[in-house]
Structures are given as structure tokens and as C-alpha cells.
């Protein structure tokens, strides 16, 4: 069972405004969740790391309601910290400059700590969204990933295997060999979980920040779908979270034991989420399976309460360990077969083992012709024959999914840099052929003739 066609993934549509879910905006220091020492902190470091010093400005940066930074601004003026400048017609066009004793302690704060952003979310909350976004908690009904795959051709059986992975809660792999479509099947269940999620800027965890959202793995929705402003404050939005696609994040070859902590940069004063805590409320992909540095059975000691428990301990500089939630779809791709991972404890936490292998031949001849329409190159029957029935028997190599599409653009690359009209041949395709395959072709079609190499 494999995957036929590669298109890329449509855009999700949204019936109300994936806003309207998120937290409302706190409108007191004791709703942010966080304490008042580390809110004048932040407040201090922004006005002196960016020059900030606008109402208006310090709570569009903070990502805070303007009630609850007025209410910051006038403690730190009564504490000596702040003067006010100007006042304005409106609360929003106040605004406040450093004192000289308020630059000594922005200073002194910075060199602790130079997170300067949104405000982070209190771990507790953090966790309550999460298990509330969880995509565990959704059903999948077959009508349903009829409807999400209706642009992609899957095999036949191959769908329904997929849907009632994700349905049953639990990890699972998909194996088989390299270019039969793991990889982007695996990105594709996507399609299956739907729905947008709210991913906070940070988390705060005993006074220490913990950066959460990251612009290359975490996908923003469009700034337009963005609500307006409204005249009732307490009805926006709390914009400490961002609304995102759910997280589809993928650990190769590189991923470690160390890789799965907290990363302090002590330059900077504050930590970096690992890539399984990004993750959360969508799908953590581990990628080559069995190649990397960590052994399966390894991997499988570090995630065996979290995978059972749904929660992972992670543990701060100073030693105190705190609980997250490990709410997401894990997926594991190996070229390996089952039996080779060599960990029969780790094999049976796999809920499901799905094989991704070689292509019927109608099924490859669509993969051909659909390719062939993405790289502007007219469809040939013949051409395709002499691939199905010349190519790969001669150099016995299976019909792999990723085949087509790869042949086919070296084909419109080369007509694009010759400046000719993009057509397909025999001799094209054998050229592409050898240059796709290198030496290993020539090889290969020496020994099938019984020529000497």
C-alpha cells in the first residue's frame, strides 16, 4: 500500500473565526496569571531593549490589554522607575520614559534574562489549552477522510488504515522503502486532524521563561483573519497565543536523547521549548527511524510514560521538574522493517504498523500523468510504456511513488536551461534515467546484458 500523488496540501477553511476560541484577554495582573514582579520586568526590558514607550505601544508589544499595562506603569511610577512624559487625550496616547534608577534596573533584568516579547502564559493554563485543543479527542469518520484526501490518490485499503490509526489514540510507523512516500504521508495526516489551535509566544514556570512558538515549525493563520478591535475590551481575544495550523514537526536522523530537554541559552537568560513540547496538539514525525544516533530501544525508555500518560517531566536549570501535557499524534518512518528495530517492548506500544511499498503499474501510470500536468510536460503513452515495461525491468527497480515526478523534473529542468519546448522521449528519459540513478544505472544495465562493466 502506498501513496500515489504528491499535491500539495490544501489550505484549511475556517467557518467562524479560530480566534473566538482562545482565552479572553486578562484585564487585571491577577488574570494574566503571572506575578507583578515579573510583569514590571518585562515591562522595564521592553521600554529599554526597544525604545518603547507609548501605552498604546507597550501593550501591543506585551501583547497585554492597555487597562492592565497602565495599571504596571503607574506602580513603576509611584515606585520611582517611570515618569510620565505626556499625557495625551486618550489613556492609550500616554506615555512613559525610563527614570535613571528604572534604566539601572531594565539593565540590571536584562543581564538575567532578555526574553522581550509577549507576555508567557502561566504553565497552568498552557496545559488546560492543550488538553482542551488535544487532537486525540477528535473522531475521524471515514466520510470525513474521504472528504480530506479528495484530492489526493491513495491505494486501495490504505485510507482507511490511516483513519483508524489516528482514531485509536496510539503511535504508530509506517515502514518501507526509501521513496515510497512516508515522509510526506506521514505530513499529509494533517488533512485528518483539522482545526486550528491557539500556540502561546511562552510559557512562565516559576518565574522562568519557556519560548514555545517558533516561526519554523508552527504555521500563523492569515494577519487578515485577525477580529478587529472591539469597544469592549473583555470580549478580545488574548493575543499571548497565536493561532496556528496544528504542528506537524519532523525529527530526522538528527534527533538525540539531549534533544528531547530544555535548551537554556545562557546568553540569552531563558529556555527553548524541545521539539516534542512544539508539537503538542498536532503530529511529532520521527523521521529514518533507526538512523539515528539514539537507538530505538533508548527513544522508547525516554517516551514510555509520556506515550502511556499523556504528560512528560521536563526539569529547569535549577533542578526544580515540572509536568506537560504530551497530547499529539506521534508517527514513526523507518526503511527498516519491523523486525529490524530490534526492540519487541517498543514494537508493541505501536498501535499500528503500516507498510508503504512499491505501486501497482495503473497505479504509477496515474502518478506519470499527473506529473506530468504539474511539470507542463505533454503526456505520452509510449514514453510510459518503455518506463513501465523497458526501465524498470531492465534495472529492476520497483515502482516506487517518488519515481515519476523526480524523472519527469529533471526533464522540464534540462528543457528549461536548453530554452526548448518541453517534450518527452525515450532518450530524454533514458538521460534522465542515468543522471537520476548516476553510476548505479550504468552498472545495472551492464550487468543486465552481460557487457562488463
Request: with cysteine.
Amino acid at each position: 500500500m502506498s501513496l500515489l500523488s504528491f499535491p500539495s496540501a490544501a489550505a484549511p477553511h475556517h467557518a467562524r473565526s479560530p480566534w473566538a476560541d482562545l482565552p479572553r484577554a486578562p484585564q487585571s495582573i491577577e488574570e494574566t496569571g503571572l506575578s507583578s514582579g515579573f510583569l514590571i520586568e518585562l515591562v522595564a526590558k521592553t521600554m529599554l531593549q526597544l525604545g518603547l514607550s507609548r501605552l498604546v505601544e507597550l501593550g501591543g508589544q506585551l501583547c497585554l490589554s492597555g487597562s492592565v499595562v497602565e495599571v504596571l506603569c503607574q506602580f513603576m511610577r509611584r515606585e520611582g522607575l517611570l515618569e510620565l512624559t505626556r499625557r495625551g487625550q486618550h489613556e492609550a496616547d500616554m506615555q512613559f520614559e525610563l527614570t535613571l534608577a528604572g534604566r539601572a534596573r531594565a539593565l540590571e533584568w536584562l543581564a538575567r534574562n532578555s526574553y522581550v516579547g509577549a507576555a508567557p502564559v502561566p504553565l497552568q493554563l498552557y496545559a488546560e489549552r492543550v488538553r482542551a485543543q488535544s487532537a486525540q479527542a477528535r473522531v475521524i469518520t471515514l466520510r470525513q477522510a474521504r472528504r480530506a484526501y479528495a484530492d489526493l490518490v491513495l491505494a486501495d485499503g490504505l485510507l482507511d488504515q490511516l483513519g483508524t490509526a489516528l482514531n485509536s489514540g496510539r503511535p504508530l510507523l509506517l515502514y518501507g522503502p526509501a521513496g515510497a512516500g512516508k515522509t510526506y504521508l506521514a505530513q499529509s495526516l494533517r488533512r485528518l486532524l483539522g482545526g486550528t489551535v491557539g500556540i502561546p509566544h511562552a510559557i512562565c514556570v516559576h518565574d522562568e521563561v519557556i519560548r514555545v512558538f517558533d516561526a519554523q515549525c508552527h504555521r500563523p493563520l492569515p494577519a487578515e483573519l485577525a477580529p478587529r478591535a472591539a469597544l469592549d475590551n473583555r470580549a478580545r481575544p488574548d493575543m499571548r497565543w497565536v493561532p496556528c495550523e496544528r504542528p506537524v514537526i519532523v525529527s530526522g536522523g538528527e534527533l538525540t536523547i539531549e534533544m528531547l530537554d530544555l535548551s537554556f541559552d545562557g546568553r540569552a537568560g531563558y529556555y527553548e521549548a524541545p521539539p516534542h513540547f512544539k508539537a503538542n496538539n498536532g503530529l511529532f514525525i520521527v523521521d529514518d527511524l533507526g538512523r539515528q544516533a539514539v537507538t530505538p530501544r533508548a527513544l522508547m525508555n525516554r517516551w514510555i510514560v509520556p506515550m502511556e500518560r499523556h504528560h512528560d517531566h521536563l526539569m529547569l536549570r535549577n533542578g526544580a521538574k515540572f509536568t506537560i501535557p504530551f497530547e499529539m499524534v506521534l508517527v514513526f518512518s523507518s526503511n527498516l522493517q519491523p523486525r529490524e528495530l530490534e526492540d519487541a517492548a517498543f514494537l508493541r506500544r505501536l498501535g499500528h504498523k503500516i507498510e508503504i511499498g512499491p505501486l501497482a503499474a495503473a497505479d504509477y501510470a496515474l502518478v506519470f500523468e499527473r506529473a506530468c500536468a504539474d511539470e507542463g510536460l505533454p503526456f505520452d503513452a509510449a514514453v510510459l510504456a518503455y518506463l513501465l515495461d523497458g526501465l524498470h525491468p531492465r534495472h529492476r527497480r520497483p515502482l516506487l511513488a517518488c519515481y515519476p515526478r523526480d524523472l519527469l523534473r529533471l526533464i522540464a529542468s534540462r528543457a528549461r536551461y536548453l530554452e526548448l519546448p518541453a517534450t518527452l522521449s525515450t532518450e530524454l528519459l533514458d538521460w534522465a534515467w542515468s543522471t537520476y540513478f548516476g553510476n548505479e544505472a550504468l552498472i545495472e544495465a551492464a550487468s543486465s546484458t552481460g557487457s562488463p562493466s
